[in-house]
């Protein structure tokens, strides 16, 4: 599927040409570029603003993918056996503004 941005407007398909996912992240800032005379003079500067509230899809921390189900690691507090893989959701870092499915 394909999707659109909400937050900085960049279109992405959440699978790669070779089939494996893509968590899409927002730059850290747009720029509108400058703008320049025939004589190569600059007549309106570059102009980057930081954004706000960027979208990061990629999972949160501790959570781990395991033919393609999503666990959540759970270490045992007595430490004598190896951690355990719990069922979780798949909780991504930021929302942002949200996406809108565009195909």
Known sequence: MKFQCITCSGTYSDTQPDGT???HGCP???VQPAVFDATGKV???EVRTPLANRRDERIK???IIQDGKVYREVAD???DKPPTLDPA???II???KGRTQIA
Do not use: D, I, K, R
Request: net charge negative; hydrophobic share 30%.
């Open 28 to 30: 850290s800032e747009t």
């Open 61 to 63: 921390p501790g959570l």
């Open 77 to 79: 507090p007595t430490h």
């Open 94 to 96: 930021s929302q942002g």
């Open 43 to 45: 007549t309106v500067a």
């Open 89 to 91: 959701v798949v909780e």
């Open 21 to 23: 996912p893509y968590f």
